[in-house]
């Protein structure tokens, strides 16, 4: 049996250009299930980029991505949707709405927002009380995100990842402009999902706390990914 079904995340020598813009050129990447993996390189190395392509959002010319089990390409990416949660660096939270609102939105996402309110159970409002809790938000569930700070908004996005119920996490660059111990409490607390059998792809930027709390850290360079030590 072909071991490839122990994996989250699959890349297979992932090629990929913006026209003639050579971005990733063979990019090899197993995450197991209940892992957390960190990847940095340099501003424009195709972080993003790659995170996308995990994501389904972008398609590589070449090479495959196998994601829970599904060939992406293939078109798996419809039955593993709603199990990715793709948390980008500006974080897709809905201003003027409540943080508990925001967290709710993970399970009606296609919805017009104006159809929604009041068509969530009281289990699914129970629910997202306790991402939101999950994440240290005990009691802001009311607070417009707008008037959260810039740590607390990014737990509501992994609030709405929890609640999601999303078995992949993949986050582009999670503590940028937080200090030090705040960037250190979320990405311990991001890393901890994988107790909840969570695997975990993080574009960091801070090598030591990469090293320190994820099982294994990448480079992004020249179009590859390489280990770091
Ligand atoms: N839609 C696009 N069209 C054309 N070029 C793009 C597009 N998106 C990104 N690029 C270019 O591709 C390269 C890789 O971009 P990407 O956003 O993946 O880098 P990154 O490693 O995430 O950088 P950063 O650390 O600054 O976020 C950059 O040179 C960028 O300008
Ligand atoms: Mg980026």
Known sequence: MSRSADYAVE??????????NS?????NLEVGYGEAVAIMGRSGSGKTTLLKIIAGLLR??????????????????NSVKGRIAYIPQTLGLIEGESALYNVLLARAPRKPLRFITG?????DVEGAVEALRLVGLNGVGRRRVETLSGGEKQRVAI????????VL?????PISNLD???????????????????????????RQLALKYFDRVYVLDGGVLREAG
């Open 169 to 173: 996490l993949l986050a582009d660059e």
């Open 23 to 27: 971005i990733l050129r063979g990019v």
């Open 159 to 166: 609030a709405r990842a929890i609640f999601q119920g999303a």
């Open 119 to 123: 068509l969530w159970g009281g289990d």
């Open 11 to 20: 890349l297979k020598d992932i090629f990929f250009s913006y026209g003639s």
């Open 60 to 77: 590589p010319e070449k090479g495959y991505v196998k994601v829970l089990g599904h060939y992406l390409q293939a078109g798996g990416l």
């Open 180 to 206: 030090l111990d705040t960037a250190e409490a979320l990405v311990n607390m991001m890393v901890s999902l994988k107790l909840r059998g969570l695997s975990v792809i993080s574009v960091m930027h801070d």
